[in-house]
C-alpha cells in the first residue's frame, strides 16, 4: 500500500510564498511522476505541476513563473514552492504520484490534500 501526505498549507496573505510537500510511504518499488493539483470549492481538480522521474517539468500557463516543483528522490518527497500567491490560489491541493508497486505493476494515488487560504 502506497500512502502520500501533503503539508504545508495555511493562511497567507496576498503576494505571500508557500511551501507544500509531500512524502510517499508503504511498500512501493519505486515512483515515476509526480503531480500537484488543486481544487477551489464547486470547480473541478486541476493539474498546476508535473515532474517526471528524471526532473523534467511541466505546467500551465496559469501559474507559470510562480509554481516551482520539484523533488527529492532519495526522501521520496515532492515539493510546491508558490510564491506571489493570489487570492484565487486558494484551494486544496492534492499529491499525485505513479507508483511502481512492483517490478510489474504501477498504480496511481492521491494525497488527502492540503488546504492553502490566500486572504487579507
Known amino acids: 500500500q502506497v500512502q502520500l501526505v501533503e503539508s504545508g498549507g495555511g493562511l497567507v496573505q496576498p503576494g505571500g510564498s508557500l511551501r507544500l510537500s509531500c512524502v510517499a510511504s508503504?511498500?512501493?518499488?519505486?515512483?515515476?511522476?509526480m503531480y500537484w493539483y488543486r481544487q477551489a470549492p464547486g470547480k473541478q481538480r486541476d493539474l498546476v505541476a508535473g515532474?517526471?522521474?528524471?526532473?523534467?517539468?511541466n505546467y500551465p500557463d496559469s501559474v507559470k513563473g510562480r509554481f516551482t516543483i520539484s523533488r527529492d528522490n532519495a526522501k521520496n518527497t515532492v515539493y510546491l514552492q508558490i510564491d506571489s500567491l493570489k487570492p484565487e490560489d486558494t484551494a486544496v491541493y492534492y499529491c499525485?504520484?505513479?507508483?511502481?508497486?512492483?517490478?510489474?505493476?504501477?498504480?496511481?494515488?492521491w494525497g488527502q490534500g492540503t488546504q492553502v487560504t490566500v486572504s487579507s
Open positions: 499525485n504520484a505513479d507508483v511502481w508497486t512492483t517490478r510489474w505493476y504501477k498504480g496511481n494515488y
Open positions: 508503504g511498500s512501493f518499488f519505486t515512483i515515476n511522476d
Open positions: 515532474i517526471t522521474v528524471d526532473n523534467n517539468k
